[in-house]
């Protein structure tokens, strides 16, 4: 899968574990709704470091534990 495929599965799940949707997501962190929808869906290539940082602050998760998933291992991505 390519990367920004891995975000958009990451932050569905992330928004699945917490019980909250995409738009309750992007209000508190942030994150203009329209920009989370353009990463959801996969016309982001490569989303800004801010933004995932926004986006782990309002899940109370380390960036770190943002990329802490499967989705990222090497063998699962690609160019």
């Known amino acids: 899968m390519l990367f920004k495929e891995a975000v958009s599965k990451r932050i569905l799940e992330l928004c ?6 995409p738009n309750r997501l992007a209000e508190i962190s942030t994150v203009p709704p329209s920009t989370l929808r ?4 996969c016309k ?3 989303p800004s470091s ?3 940082y926004q986006i782990c602050k309002a899940l109370k998760i380390s960036i770190i534990e943002f990329y802490d998933s499967e ?6 991505l690609k160019d």
């Open 16 to 21: 699945d574990n917490n019980k909250i949707n």
């Open 38 to 41: 353009d990463i959801i869906s």
């Open 44 to 46: 982001v290539n490569n």
């Open 50 to 52: 801010y933004v995932i």
């Open 71 to 76: 989705l990222f291992n090497f063998n699962n």
